[in-house]
């Protein structure tokens, strides 16, 4: 479970094997089309995560079953927004007196930021990793996390238009808001790379390439970028302020901890796999654009509270964003960046390994699933 309070396994160092890091054929990110579709039967040791040659269509043997454990778990915590009552925030953002300025503008920051970071999210996916990734356990879970980015652009919206905000200066805060804007603009040329049709995968600057952009979306965007919001939002909730956003937020929570959980395993594999990648001047790199992110992150945080609000303030979420980038420097085999960087907000572990009958909002059960037991890995 993606805990911050559960020891941290430390990422396992690359092997070097001269049979895996025997530098592959240039071009060889696939399509349907150009699968090894012979007669001979898929095995399992002809399986990769990048540059694999068994045919992508056919899922067994498993390689990767932690992949496939995490789509069902996945598809067993299926919601979806409507499902979520809005009644009380309805009339609490009604109410002059139901929240003070500095709440409404989190809440606005907020969506403003979200409403266009899932489908950004989305379209890296269906656009981008998916074409680059050649096992087809991986492909799976991809594309139900594509589906849930969907779902949770479908939550932003369901709460916009419940609340009746104006919707284009929500839509728009991606490119009216700098702080917003600073964090997009970050984001853009690691989609860009992967989604470019003439991108392929094959040889160690390009593989090198695709490594990067992974780490950038799984503990940046995901791991770094959504954290401010999550407790903002959830602190509302605390307070039962906006409980049915917050609620929303709370499911929001424990996808994108799964998305973040399942990019880290893909990013270790790849690593494991070629270790010939996994350079110190490309660890270099990556440390850079992580302390780079707590920095964006930050001044996002000081954009969306200029004052302190709800018992929090910036210099408490300087000191979490550190935590945070240290976990994810860990998770992945880098070192930390930000000694002695203590996690401010505990009640967020709580919330992210929620195993309450009920949410602290008092709504509905929040472990709501179509099936089987829930799991948050």
């Known amino acids: 479970m993606l805990s911050f309070e559960d020891e941290i396994t430390p990422a396992p160092k690359p092997a070097y094997n001269p049979a895996m890091a025997a530098k592959p054929m240039a071009g060889s990110t696939v399509s349907a089309s150009d699968s090894d579709t012979k007669s001979s039967r898929v ?15 056919q899922l067994v043997p498993f390689k990767y079953k932690w992949a496939w454990d995490k789509y069902l778990a996945g598809c067993a915590n299926h919601w979806m927004p409507q499902e979520v009552n809005m009644n ?17 503008l989190i809440v606005k920051r ?7 970071a899932d489908s950004l ?20 879970y991809l594309l139900r996390q594509a589906f849930e980015e969907a779902i949770h652009t479908h939550a932003y919206q369901y709460i916009v238009e419940s609340l009746g905000l104006d919707e284009g200066e929500i839509f728009n805060a991606y490119h009216e ?24 995968t094959g040889t160690p600057e390009t593989d090198q390439q695709l490594l990067r952009s992974l780490i950038v979306f799984a503990c940046i965007m995901e791991g770094i970028f959504f954290y401010v919001g999550f407790v903002q939002i959830l602190a509302l909730g605390r307070q039962n302020k906006m409980t049915g956003a917050a609620e929303q937020y709370q499911y929001i929570l424990r996808d994108e901890s799964m998305h973040c959980n399942f990019g880290i395993d893909l990013i270790n594999t790849i ?5 010939q990648l996994w350079t110190p001047e490309f660890r270099k790199e990556i440390t850079g654009l992580i302390q780079q992110g707590v920095e964006l992150e930050y001044r996002y945080a000081e954009d969306t509270m200029p004052r302190g609000v709800l018992g929090l303030n910036a210099s408490q979420f300087k000191e979490y964003l550190r935590f945070i980038a240290n976990r994810r420097c860990q998770q992945i ?3 930390e960046i930000y000694a002695g960087a203590n996690n401010p907000f505990p009640w967020m572990a709580e919330m992210i390994d929620l195993k309450k009958e009920k949410n602290f909002f008092e709504t509905r059960v929040t472990e709501y699933q179509t099936g089987g037991a829930l799991n948050w890995e």
């Open 43 to 57: 095995r399992v040791e002809d399986k990769r995560i990048i540059n694999g040659t068994a045919d992508v269509n």
């Open 88 to 104: 009380r925030d309805i009339a609490t953002w009604k109410d002059p007196n139901g929240l003070t300025d500095d709440e409404r």
């Open 110 to 116: 907020n969506l403003g930021f979200f409403v266009t």
């Open 121 to 140: 999210a989305a379209n890296n996916i269906v656009l981008g990793t998916y074409r680059h990734i050649t096992a087809p356990e991986c492909r799976q």
């Open 177 to 200: 808001v700098s702080s917003i804007r600073a964090k997009d603009e970050f984001l853009m040329p690691f989609i860009d790379i992967l989604t470019n049709p003439e991108f392929k």
């Open 271 to 275: 690593k494991m796999e070629n270790p």
């Open 333 to 335: 085999g880098l070192d």
